[in-house]
């Protein structure tokens, strides 16, 4: 039996990941667009866009937390809701916005187009 455990937390965060794609149609069947790729820090950064909606992720390989700007696509959204943190929002200045990125981790924003 505890080779078969289940590791709770992780279990919940899939849980948390899985009813986010479904909530979200740009992150099913959306165009993609990478916006970053940073083989030195270990962080990548993509948009998922569909005709209602545009939902960014940033993932962080690296094994420290990493501040992280992001250029946003011409006509897109200054503002922008943090999913996963309690509807946070971050707002877009001079078509870019800078995000704190935990280690092993990663962050999801979306807008409404």
């Known amino acids: 039996p505890e080779e078969n455990a289940v590791m709770t937390e992780q279990f919940d965060f899939y849980k948390k990941i899985i009813a986010l794609r479904n909530q979200h149609t740009a992150l099913q069947v959306g165009s993609f667009e990478n916006l970053l790729v940073d083989d030195e820090a270990d962080v990548w950064a993509f948009m998922r866009a569909d ?48 995000i ?6 990663g962050k999801i924003l979306s807008a409404a187009k």
């Open 51 to 98: 005709d209602n909606e545009r939902v960014i992720v940033v993932l962080n390989a690296s094994d420290q937390p990493r501040e992280v700007t992001i250029e946003v696509p011409d006509g897109a959204p200054a503002e922008w809701s943090i999913e996963l943190d309690g509807g946070d929002k971050i707002t877009a200045e001079d078509g870019r916005f800078t």
């Open 100 to 105: 704190e990125v935990p280690a092993i981790g």
